[in-house]
């Protein structure tokens, strides 16, 4: 079983950065592909993006390509989600989850999902 704790959320202007993490338990942090959503209120939990197990590949949802870097250290247990050039419409509660089998561009298949870290951006 894989226990997951996001962090690092907040409030900032536009245009800013934040960095959430992910502190995953467990031994076989890096069996699992791992990825970050995101809900908004009054909209559905939508991709923001994923990375492979050994970190060679990652995916983004078209809204944050260019602006999110997804990252992994396998040897600390962790999943990072640079935001930078923050918008209002990023808005949302951010979700960390673990996958045995990686969907790109899909919450399909997470086995895990951690509380979520809520961030909010002024204009």
């Known amino acids: 079983q894989v226990q997951l704790v996001e962090s690092g959320g907040g409030l900032v202007q536009a245009g800013g950065s934040l960095r959430l993490s992910c502190a995953a338990s467990?031994?076989?942090?890096?069996?699992?592909?791992m990825g970050w959503f995101r809900r908004a209120p009054g909209k559905a939990r939508e991709f923001v993006a994923a990375i492979t197990r050994n970190g060679l590949y990652t995916y983004y949802a078209d809204s944050v390509k260019g602006r999110f870097t997804i990252s992994r250290d396998n040897a600390k247990n962790m999943v990072y989600l640079q935001m930078s050039s923050l918008k209002p419409e990023d808005t949302a509660v951010y979700y960390c989850?673990?996958?045995?089998?990686?969907?790109?561009?899909?919450?399909?298949?997470?086995?895990?999902w951690g509380q979520g870290t809520q961030v909010t951006v002024s204009s």
């Open positions: 989850a673990a996958a045995l089998v990686l969907r790109p561009y899909s919450d399909y298949g997470y086995d895990y």
């Open positions: 467990g031994r076989t942090f890096n069996s699992y592909a």
